[in-house]
């Protein structure tokens, strides 16, 4: 039981190339989310889901991009990456009612040069 | 003016010192979240509260909703308390209630 798996842990990209961060979960929890956090600010959302098919926007999603076609997977896209897009990025998952207690995963440094 | 303020930013203390790290938020919630994330960069889930006081372990947890804040407190602190503790708030309200608005965090030192 995994819980989140996120990858990769580390990357470096150039201006302009794209790429996708991955995050998996085994716990059968409706809402996925994607945060940044950056240096002396809050995690900032980037993107969320409900459920599977159901995306939307949180309060940082130029220049990302994402889909949720199973309940498991919910990749974050960058088209086409940015210095300002150099960030630690956590995938973040919890129930819809009951205890939704969020669960992280360990988070992936991106570098973008 | 940040929806989410949490004090002190930085917290040194030694070890078996009484903590307390606070969280002001000034939108109207239905949960507030508190969370730890170590050196490492891992971050995990303490408390999700929504009236009153939690307690797990050493931490406690309170909030006043009237106020508009929230305590952690930690007895008996220990060199493996020191990490970044972070308050987050789920707003209240239709197609908000999904979203979490984060503090900074309070990077918390504990020596020997």
């Known amino acids: 039981n995994a819980g989140v798996t996120q990858t990769p842990k580390f990357q470096v990209l150039k201006t302009g190339q794209s790429m996708t961060l991955q995050c998996a979960q085994d716990m059968n929890h409706e809402y996925m989310s994607w945060y940044r956090q950056d240096p002396g600010m809050g995690l900032r959302l980037i993107h969320y889901?409900?459920?599977?098919?159901?995306?939307d926007q949180g309060e940082v999603p130029n220049g990302y991009n994402v889909s949720r076609s199973t309940t498991e997977d919910f990749p974050l896209r960058l088209l086409s990456a940015a210095p300002s897009q150099t960030s630690v990025y956590f995938c973040?998952?919890?129930?819809?009612?009951?205890?939704?207690?969020?669960?992280f995963g360990a988070g992936s440094r991106l570098t973008v040069l | 003016k940040n929806e989410v303020e949490q004090s002190p930013q930085n917290l040194t203390a030694q070890e078996g010192e009484f903590i307390t790290i606070n969280c002001s938020y000034s939108?109207?919630?239905?949960?507030l979240h508190w969370l730890q994330q170590h050196p490492g960069g891992g971050i995990v889930s303490l408390f999700m509260l929504s009236s009153g006081k939690k307690k797990h372990g050493r931490l406690i947890a309170t909030i006043n909703i009237q106020e508009k804040h929230s305590s952690l407190h930690i007895t008996a602190s220990h060199p493996r308390d020191s990490a970044v503790y972070i308050c987050?708030?789920?707003?209240?309200?239709?197609?908000?209630?999904?979203?979490?608005?984060f503090g900074t965090g309070t990077r918390l030192q504990v020596t020997l």
């Open positions: 973040a998952i919890r129930r819809l009612s009951g205890a939704n207690v969020l669960t």
């Open positions: 987050a708030v789920r707003l209240k309200g239709i197609g908000t209630a999904s979203k979490l608005t």
């Open positions: 889901s409900v459920g599977a098919g159901i995306t």
């Open positions: 939108v109207g919630i239905s949960a």
